[in-house]
């Protein structure tokens, strides 16, 4: 059974990676992150093997509780598509018990699983200080393995009532894409804290002291206390590792066996609020119906949220980054930020700049992103240009107001209030014109998005070749057509009354813009929408 | 029939043609549809019934051929061509994030609808449909038949004069069916034109006055339901012009041993 279960998933991993060129790209990338993970495991435990060799017990117990969390974390962030769910096999006649070997191990038939083994092979080098530690974690390893494959599983089981429902669902995309754009940056952060805390060693070895007595390191503590000549400690921790690891045996395991049973049916989220107001705000035209409906989508459908989210969320996390590590850059620059002077000023002023480059791939493939709804606008005899104009009154309603703020926001932090109006004229006018260009562009290329429903960081979510070639082609447009806002906006850091004429100049670009994007994407839409409708209808 | 005989007729395809690849979806196919009648298209599945329908709509571009609604090409024409249309298309998704009334609000405002009228008519519809209940639970929240029912009051909230549903009652209860039964009968007794595709014959033989019947994508039969029945039960005129697949003596022979 198991080795039937292993044969699905591989053939099912076979028919996905011929079936789209993407899903190799996506393949490819992932082993190239995962080959990069183990590069730096790899050099972490020799350099510590060498230098600091009393270190290594303790990075790898802080590693290995750190791959049960990230197990967990995960599982539920691609628990929507897990294609070893119970349910599909309610309908067959086979007991749990002789489903569940060959489901755990499935899970670890791939990237993720595949990388954990061979990180855990590299955390001998760290063990190597002593034979009874190295043939400690040598036997404890395949109980390590064990732990993280269950933490996924225990953990999407518990949860799974939860996540059957659309508003887990949406919460937890909208927290993995949160955790997924912030990720480096929190990484950075702690990393100061650490740094700024004092000697990373001692910290390092209370953390690791504390992790295994936890359910996370125990499985690891147990060589650790063996290399230290503490057996006794050594057998509790033993005692723990086995108890979590049997713990979520039984827990994911009785979960699979009533859900083979009790199917969880996804549920929906039940009735919604109106949000009258929305359709206050706009006109009652094509135009305005369209432009509300971005609108609702971009508060409701996960996969818009994220960009939403990100649009926000990324010039932020760079200025907290800025503020985090402006003090120990200071330190090892010295007299160097002083010769900086008033450009150092520039970076903050410029950073919503980011949020509005974010907005590139949400211009091109909102089309995209409607998938075969697309055919109510083609039914219903709308223009092209009502289409065009109401999607980009939406993103404007929606886009203009947040990047107001975020620019206000990171012009109070910098303190320079002078440099507003130039930090408003460089990221207004950069939004707009890539809603234009993106209005424009879109009938001739609408991109790949995530399908309806599918999960936003599964297929499609790159865009495709089309919206590689769509952000090349906007980027452009912002170094061309955008220079003259994005370039007095800069200047203005000398001559603040330039930031004025970078407002002036951002929005008069950003209107003619907007107001060419829809004119000619409107008329190609005209011409092309059979077209248009066929290619975002395609799913992958 | 002396009305529609006289006539023009409300929709009209000449010569329709589609490839797809290798395989030739709809092969010239014409079919005229009378003013006031409530047509049948019949076929099994893969015939080009929705095909045919995507290329009267505007949904997909024919390789030859024209479709003329109301004297509007609907290629040439199509702003014209589609303000006379109300179509249900089949297997395509709805703007699903929405709740039933806002979707229905937003495809009569996109038709260039009065806000009143729009409002006006979607609780009218939700009402008809049975739907009230949900008309503020998201789209994706609900059934299929649901689905079909907030599809069909899409179809109607601009009052059009040709209908297209493809597989109306797909999905949907007896009791809602009755409904959109009563609800299509009404429309063309008014004057309105209903197509509709399915392969349920019992459903067509009593609801549809015309019927065609449609099979890889070319025309066997079209008429009026006496005259396509040529005097024996529509399932068996249909069989006879489709063709039937006969089971071998021993194929699935294991099956019948318990």
């Known amino acids: 059974m198991a080795a039937l279960l292993l044969g699905l998933q591989l053939r099912q991993y076979g028919r996905t990676l011929t079936r789209s060129p993407w899903a ?90 595949i990388a954990t083994l061979l990180a855990l092979l590299l955390t001998l080098i760290g063990w190597s200080i002593t034979w009874p530690a190295l043939l400690a974690a040598a036997l404890l390893l395949p109980l390590q393995l064990l732990t993280c494959l269950l933490a996924g599983r225990a953990l999407a089981a518990a949860l799974a009532r939860q996540l059957a429902k659309r508003s887990g669902r949406d919460l937890v995309v909208v927290i993995g894409s949160v955790l997924g754009i912030s990720a480096g940056i929190v990484v950075v952060v702690v990393a100061e804290g650490v740094r700024a805390l004092g000697s990373t060693e001692s910290l390092l070895g209370a953390v690791a002291g504390a992790l295994a007595w936890t359910p996370f390191g125990a499985a690891w503590g147990v060589p650790r206390a063996i290399a230290a000549g503490a057996l006794l400690p050594a057998a509790a921790q033993l005692l723990i590792a086995i108890a979590t690891a049997a713990l979520l045996w039984l827990v994911w395991a009785h979960d699979f066996r009533s859900r083979l049973t009790a199917p969880i049916v996804s549920g929906g ?95 091109q493939l909102d089309t995209a992103y409607d998938s075969s709804a697309l055919s109510a606008h083609v039914l219903s005899g709308v223009s ?13 309603v929606l886009f203009g107001p947040l990047l107001t703020v975020t620019a206000v926001v990171t012009t109070a932090i910098s303190g320079r209030w002078e440099l507003l109006p130039a930090s408003l004229g460089a990221t207004l006018g950069t939004a707009a014109l890539v809603i234009g260009v993106g209005s424009a562009i879109s009938p001739w290329m609408p991109g790949q998005t995530p399908a309806p429903e599918a999960s936003p960081f599964g297929t499609g979510s790159s865009g495709g070749a089309q919206a590689l070639l769509g952000a090349l082609l906007m980027l452009l447009a912002i170094l061309t057509a955008g220079a003259p806002a994005i370039g007095t906006a800069i200047a203005a850091a000398w001559f603040p009354w330039l930031g004025w004429v970078s407002l002036a100049v951002g929005l008069g670009l950003g209107a003619l813009a907007i107001w060419l994007g829809v004119r000619l994407g409107g008329r190609a839409l005209d011409r092309r929408w059979p077209e248009v409708l066929a290619a975002v209808s395609r799913e992958h | 029939m002396p009305l529609a005989a006289t006539a023009p007729p409300i929709l009209s395809l000449r010569e329709l043609s589609k490839r797809f690849g290798q395989t030739l979806a709809v092969d010239r196919l014409s079919l005229d549809v009378p ?37 509007a090409d609907v290629w040439a024409d199509p702003p014209v061509a589609k303000a006379r249309m109300g179509v249900l298309p089949d297997g395509v998704r709805l703007f699903d994030r929405l709740t039933g009334a806002e979707l229905l609000r937003y495809h009569g405002l996109l038709r260039g609808m009065p806000e009143a009228d729009v409002t006006g008519r979607a609780g009218e519809l939700l009402a008809a449909l049975g739907l009230a209940e949900a008309a503020s639970t998201l789209v994706i929240d609900y059934s299929a038949g649901m689905r079909k029912k907030i599809g069909l009051a899409c179809a109607l909230i601009h009052a059009p004069r040709l209908l297209l549903l493809d597989e109306p009652f797909e999905a949907v209860d007896p009791v809602s069916g009755e409904t959109i039964r009563e609800i299509l009968r009404g429309f063309v007794a008014s004057g309105g034109t209903v197509v509709l595709s399915s392969h349920v014959m019992e459903l067509v033989e009593s609801l549809c006055d015309r019927v065609a019947i449609i099979a890889q994508g070319r025309m066997l039969a079209a008429g009026t339901l006496d005259e396509v029945r040529q005097g024996q039960p529509l399932q068996r005129r249909f069989l006879d012009l489709v063709g039937t697949q006969a089971l071998d003596a021993g194929s699935l022979s294991w099956l019948r041993s318990s």
């Open chain 1, 269 to 363: 989220g039940g009735r919604v609020r109106s949000a009258a107001w929305i359709d206050r705000l706009l006109p009652a035209t094509p135009v305005g119906a369209i432009a509300a409906r971005g609108l609702r989508y971009r508060l409701r459908d996960p996969r818009h949220l994220v960009n939403v989210i990100g649009v926000v969320l990324l010039p932020l996390l760079i200025l907290g980054l800025n503020v985090v590590m402006g003090s120990t850059v200071e330190l090892e620059l010295g007299e160097g930020v002083a010769d900086l002077g008033a450009l150092g000023d520039v970076g903050p002023l410029l950073l919503p700049l980011l949020g509005a480059i974010v907005l590139m791939s949400v211009a």
């Open chain 2, 35 to 71: 003013r006031g009648s409530l047509f049948g298209l019949l076929g099994p599945n893969g015939a080009g019934k929705t095909t045919t329908l995507s290329m009267a709509t505007g949904l997909l571009r024919p390789d030859a051929g024209t479709a003329v609604v109301d004297g």
């Open chain 1, 24 to 113: 190799t790209v996506t393949l490819v990338l992932a082993v190239l992150g995962a080959l990069g993970a183990l590069g730096l495991v790899a050099t972490t435990m020799l350099l510590l093997r060498v230098t600091l060799p009393q270190t290594g017990p303790d990075a790898v117990v802080v590693l290995g509780s750190a791959l049960v969390v990230g197990w967990a974390v995960a599982s539920v962030l691609i628990s929507a598509d897990d294609a070893l769910a119970p349910e599909r096999f309610a309908m067959l006649p086979v007991p749990a018990r002789r489903l569940l070997p060959g489901v755990l191990l499935g899970g670890a038939v791939g990237v993720g699983g």
């Open chain 1, 384 to 396: 092209g240009t009502a289409d065009r104009a109401g999607r980009a009154l939406g993103m404007l």
